[in-house]
């Protein structure tokens, strides 16, 4: 479903006249509309699931820097997939508060050679925040020899959401974006938690019963997120994860 049909769609239900167009609409109870159908996709549908076609990936070459810009639709990693290709082996990470400062403190080799990294939103350098947040790697990766000399660059990769899941239509070559531009944009999540989000958002908006139709929406978010991308299958043997098996980081078969 389009803008508009997901706008129509929340108005019948909400008992409101049907509009005819939505975006660029000077009537008040559209523009409702409207607001109702962004916070629904934004605040709800977009975050509530980790959805498997927002998943991107992004690699990139160290430099010696202790810092690494993320790319500028970046808006949250997904979990488990920060990896150093060069040593084949995952960073220690992204690791919280807590955890970083006791790296910081000199106890690195609880990781063994792995580095350890975090995503964070302030350069101690300059002293200010900066957006979209950073990846900090510790050591830096000009630290000799974690596991590579100085001069040799680490490919780093790992897989992100993006903030872009619209299609915007009325823009040459059908851009992925992250708004609603025109009536003919549609999302590529899932439509119909989209407008279950935004017809409770609307209703409450309203002044309206939204209890039931909220109720509608959180039974939607379970089922389309249970069955989004699949899943891992589990084994009920011990160590049954290739991360589970106890692998040294150096000296195999020494």
Same mark, same amino acid.
């Given at each position: 479903? $389009?803008?508009?049909?997901i706008?129509?769609? #929340? ?6 006249p ?9 009537e008040?109870?559209?523009?409702? #509309? !409207?607001? +109702?159908?962004?916070d629904g ?18 690699t990139?070459? /160290?430099?010696g +820097? ?8 970046f ?6 997939? #920060?990896?150093? %290709?060069t $040593?084949g082996? /995952? !960073?220690? &990470?992204? =690791? ?22 975090? =995503?964070? &939103?302030?350069? %101690?350098?300059?002293?200010?925040p900066f957006?979209p947040?950073r990846?900090q #790697? ?5 630290s000799a ?5 100085a001069e040799e660059?680490?490919?780093?990769a790992?897989?992100?959401? /993006?903030t872009?899941?619209i299609? $915007?239509?009325? =823009?040459?070559?059908?851009? @992925? &974006? +992250?708004?609603?531009k025109?009536d003919?944009?549609?999302a =590529?999540?899932?439509?119909?938690m989209?407008? +279950?989000?935004a017809?409770w958002? @609307? ?9 039931d ?14 069955h989004? &991308?699949g899943?891992?299958?589990?084994? !009920? ?7 589970d !098996?106890n692998?040294p ?6």
């Amino acid at each position: 479903s $389009n803008l508009l049909q997901i706008g129509q769609a #929340i108005a019948i239900k909400a008992g409101l006249p049907v509009p005819s167009t939505i975006i660029g609409s000077s009537e008040r109870t559209v523009q409702t #509309i !409207l607001q +109702a159908i962004k916070d629904g996709s934004q605040k709800d549908a977009y975050r509530d699931v980790d959805w498997a076609v927002l998943h991107l990936e992004y690699t990139f070459k /160290t430099t010696g +820097a202790e810092y690494y810009d993320m790319p500028p639709d970046f808006d949250r990693l997904v979990n488990n997939t #920060i990896w150093d %290709r060069t $040593n084949g082996q /995952t !960073l220690v &990470g992204p =690791v919280g508060p807590e955890k970083w400062q006791m790296y910081q403190s000199g106890l690195s080799g609880l990781t063994g050679t792995r580095r350890v990294c975090r =995503v964070t &939103g302030q350069d %101690r350098v300059i002293m200010r925040p900066f957006k979209p947040p950073r990846l900090q #790697i510790y050591p830096d990766t000009a630290s000799a020899t974690y596991p590579n000399d100085a001069e040799e660059p680490i490919e780093i990769a790992y897989e992100y959401i /993006t903030t872009n899941y619209i299609m $915007n239509m009325g =823009v040459f070559g059908w851009p @992925l &974006g +992250a708004e609603w531009k025109s009536d003919d944009d549609y999302a =590529v999540i899932d439509d119909d938690m989209i407008e +279950a989000a935004a017809l409770w958002r @609307l209703l409450r908006m309203l002044g309206m019963s939204y209890a039931d139709e909220r109720e509608e929406y959180n039974a939607l978010v379970l089922e389309r997120g249970s069955h989004d &991308g699949g899943a891992e299958t589990l084994s !009920l043997l011990q160590g049954g994860s290739m991360f589970d !098996l106890n692998i040294p980081d150096t000296g195999f078969g020494s």
